[in-house]
Nanobody, 124 residues
Framework: QVQLVESGGGLVQAGGSLRLSCAAS????????MGWFRQAPGKEREFVAT????????YYADSVKGRFTISRDNAKNTVYLQMNSLKPEDTAVYYC?????????????????WGQGTQVTVSS
């Protein structure tokens, strides 16, 4: 069982930056792939980024590529999402998720564990 707790969300002006953190409980964190997803009001949840268990491979949605960076610190059981050059369309609740098979995916149904989410609001 893994519990995930996101933090770092908030209100920021367009062009600004935020860093989200997701702290995981459990001794096998380093074996999981981790992902970030987001859901804006009235829209479906969408993939943002994922990182494999080793941290060696990362994948991004086209909408955030070049602006967001996913990373992990297995010693701290934490995954991060550095968000730069934020746009109003990045406004959403951001969720982290854990995938037991360690590979990661763009599909949310591949992830077994989810956090409660953290709100990110980007003003224009």
């Amino acid at each position: 069982q893994v519990q995930l707790v996101e933090s770092g969300g908030g209100l920021v002006q367009a062009g600004g930056s935020l860093r989200l953190s997701c702290a995981a409980s459990g001794r096998t964190f380093s074996a999981y792939a981790m992902g970030w997803f987001r859901q804006a009001p009235g829209k479906e949840r969408e993939f943002v980024a994922t990182i494999r268990w080793s941290g060696g491979s990362t994948y991004y949605a086209d909408s955030v590529k070049g602006r967001f960076t996913i990373s992990r610190d297995n010693a701290k059981n934490t995954v991060y999402l550095q968000m730069n050059s934020l746009k109003p369309e990045d406004t959403a609740v951001y969720y982290c998720a854990a995938d037991e098979d360690g590979v990661g995916s763009r599909r949310g149904n591949e992830y077994e564990y989810w956090g409660q989410g953290t709100q990110v609001t980007v003003s224009s």
